[in-house]
């Protein structure tokens, strides 16, 4: 799986993430939490390969992936969802998992244009893709409904399935529950359950404690761009520089 050292970024002065240790445990939700502007992010940024590190090392997999731009690490397996506002809100699901997958795709302009038997495999293999992550999150293929016309908690989903639909090991959710209602939330934390039910590795930040203290099986808190705390739930709850950190911001 995903582990780093001592890693960090600067932005001009501003250390924004520094000198985190830290390893994803396979086969579980690893949560990583902190107050806002504690650099949660900006790691989900650089463990993704859409930040470059200013120090320290990644590794996936044995494979030392340090530098590795985010279209590549997608190719190995780490994927992330964006914020529902990147989907495309005039277009149907369906379309948006589908421009989600060409990410993978090996097919170039010239199999375009000439409709290469390799291209339409890959239409092929994106479709089945396709239909497998909406059924897995809930969501039909067939729904002809503008992306926009969606409750914030199925955008939610579309988000997560554009993720499965690269055909993932690690999944990163960057506050999936964010602005939706409690009932939504129940929801998506059985989604979430069953993606490493499945198989899927989870990494998610999250604000919602509660949810955060139900459905993780590991937590980081990040603060000022460095590691504070990690364990199970129960440690992280009682922990001094945990409450201090979300007390005194
Ligand atoms: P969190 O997700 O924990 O709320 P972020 O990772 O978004 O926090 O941000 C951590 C800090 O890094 C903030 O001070 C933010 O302004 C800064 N930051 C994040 N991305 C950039 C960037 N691309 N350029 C400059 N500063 C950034
Ligand atoms: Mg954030």
Not at 7 to 27: R, W
Not at 101 to 115: E, F, Q, T, V
């Amino acid at each position: 799986m995903l582990s780093v050292e001592n890693l960090g970024i600067q932005f001009g002065g501003l250390k924004a993430v520094s000198g985190v240790n830290y390893s994803v445990t396979p086969g579980a939700v690893n949560a990583v939490i902190g107050p806002n502007g504690a650099g949660k992010s900006t790691f989900f940024n650089l463990i993704s390969g859409f930040y470059q590190p200013t120090s320290g090392r990644i590794t996936f997999g044995g494979e030392d992936v340090t530098r590795m731009p985010a279209h590549k690490m997608a190719t190995r397996g780490v994927a992330r969802t964006f914020q529902t506002t990147s989907l495309f809100k005039e277009l149907p699901i369906l379309d948006n998992v589908l421009q989600g997958h060409r990410l993978r795709m090996r097919s170039g302009i010239w199999d375009a244009i000439l409709r290469t038997p390799r291209l339409r495999s890959e239409e092929r293999e994106a479709r089945e893709r396709a239909a497998f992550a909406l059924d897995f999150v809930g969501l039909s293929p067939r729904d002809p409904r503008p992306v926009g016309m969606l409750t914030q908690e199925a955008q939610k989903r579309v988000s997560i399935a554009i993720a499965l639909a690269t055909d993932p090991k690690l999944v990163l959710l960057d506050e999936p529950a964010a602005g939706i209602n409690p009932d939504e939330t129940e929801g998506l934390v059985r989604l979430i359950r069953k993606m490493v039910d499945q198989g899927y590795t989870v990494c998610l930040i999250e604000h919602k404690m509660n949810m955060i203290m139900n459905i993780s099986d590991h937590i980081m808190v990040l603060h000022h761009g460095q590691k504070i705390a990690e364990g199970a739930p129960r440690e992280i709850q009682g922990n001094p520089a945990v409450i201090e950190a979300y007390l005194g911001g």
